[in-house]
């Protein structure tokens, strides 16, 4: 885990088999960048599989498969605590099961979170459970949408995102 203040530029780059969040603590620029099959696991931390903390922006950010595990509060299929930050034009489909806030997207979210999509079970043991963002305190979700077994987009707050239950993205 590493922390970033600079641009973090994947090129279209793929990782896969992560092992833990890729930055702990970011305030600069993540994008580009496709995480496969990422198996995160921890109880120490807020966890998503492109970062724990984000201050900064992620942008073009995709997780395929996976799973996205925490015994600790916020946990998001791209990131844990979406504090200040931008989460924009991402998508998971990762298993994400958390303790408290937990999200297909973003576990806490009072940044901004636009045009993103999840399609992976999310569970949560602590309550707060949202397809896009577990708990919403400020933030804005806008373009987002989803399908899965979560029962909406924000498990806490207003939930303004859109569930795509008859598999038709086109519509």
């Known amino acids: ?14 990782i896969t088999g992560l092992k833990d969040c890729l930055i702990d603590w970011n305030t600069g ?3 580009n960048l496709t995480l496969v099959n990422p198996n995160v696991n921890t109880s120490y931390h807020r966890a998503g599989a492109v970062a724990s ?5 992620i942008e073009n950010c995709h997780v395929v498969g996976g799973s996205v595990k925490s015994s600790w509060e916020d946990t998001g299929g791209i990131v844990g ?3 200040d930050g931008n989460i924009l034009a991402c998508s998971s489909t990762a298993t994400v099961t958390g303790a408290g806030a937990t ?6 979210n009072a940044g901004s979170v636009l045009a993103c999509y999840a ?10 459970i949202g397809a896009i963002v577990g708990r919403r305190d400020g ?4 373009a987002c949408y989803w399908s899965g077994d979560a029962e909406k987009g924000v498990g806490f707050d207003t939930d303004n995102t859109m569930e795509v239950g ?3 993205w086109l519509t």
Request: aromatic share 10%; proline share 0%.
């Open 1 to 14: 885990r590493i922390d970033c203040s600079g641009t973090f530029d994947g090129n279209g780059y793929t």
């Open 29 to 31: 620029t993540v994008r």
């Open 53 to 57: 903390e984000n201050f900064g922006t």
């Open 81 to 83: 605590n979406n504090e």
């Open 103 to 108: 999200g297909g997207i973003v576990g806490y």
């Open 119 to 128: 399609t992976g079970s999310v569970t949560s043991s602590g309550g707060y």
């Open 139 to 142: 933030g804005t979700q806008t």
């Open 166 to 168: 008859d598999g038709n």
